[in-house]
């Protein structure tokens, strides 16, 4: 019953995380100036980034997904942690939580970059090869 009441507060702080960095991805999207393609389209500001929010979405799910299938592969690795194969499981729901955490995180550190060269010119091939 303790680990049941654990798992679910540990669920429910993994989700919260992953809602907060979606709040934090669609503000800097709505804070960091247009592009130049919002002239080329006849985009206002305000269309420029609601397109670029729903460009997005996909990608957000996606972050959900992994954040899901994490907690998921914790809690059965969690389960199974005394069987043979429990400390393998283990490794994986590790490397799965690298991977939900590395979604979001290089995807706001992509999207500041972005607005960072923007205004610096010089920096657009600097942070292309970081975000990449």
């Not at 460009?55 to 809690?75: C, E, M, S, T």
Request: proline fraction near 4%.
């Amino acid at each position: 019953m303790n680990t049941e009441i654990q798992h679910t507060t540990s669920t429910e702080r993994v989700f919260r995380a992953c809602v907060i960095l979606t709040l934090i991805y669609i503000t800097i999207i709505f804070l960091l100036p247009d592009n130049k393609m919002a002239d080329y389209y006849n985009f206002t500001a305000n269309q420029y980034h609601i397109a670029l929010v729903m460009i997005n979405l996909p990608l957000l799910v996606v972050w959900y997904f992994a954040f899901w299938g994490y907690v998921k592969l914790r809690q059965y690795a969690h389960a199974i942690r005394k069987t043979p194969e429990g400390p393998y499981f283990e490794k994986i729901a590790v490397g799965l939580s690298w991977l939900a955490w590395s979604l979001p995180v290089t995807a706001i550190t992509q999207r500041s970059l972005n607005g960072i060269a923007i205004y610096h010119r010089n920096l657009i091939a600097t942070t292309t090869i970081i975000g990449n």
